[in-house]
């Protein structure tokens, strides 16, 4: 399935979170970091509100977008404001 997200929209899978410390501990969804990170799969047509590019990888706020799942994997669908930052 291919989707392809309108205006200033952004499609992102989102990265797996470590759930498990160095020393073996697990560790709960709600002590895990507020901010998440994941890799763009396809942007909308706005260009003057996007500034990210397809496989860039970028940090957003944990509650922010619509989750969806496609091809049974996790993705986010995020308003191109909800991205605080480009990791390169």
């Not at 942007?43 to 977008?65: P, T």
């Amino acid at each position: 399935m291919n989707v392809r997200p309108l205006a200033d929209r952004v499609l992102v899978k989102i990265d797996e979170v470590e759930t498990k410390s160095a020393g073996g501990l697990f560790i709960p969804a709600t002590a895990q970091e507020k901010t998440q990170t994941a890799v763009v799969i396809a942007v909308g047509d706005d260009k003057e509100k996007i500034k990210v590019s397809v496989g860039q990888k970028v940090m957003h706020d944990k509650y922010a977008g619509t989750q969806v799942k496609i091809n049974g994997e996790d993705h986010l669908i995020l308003k191109a404001g909800d991205i605080i930052a480009v990791i390169e």
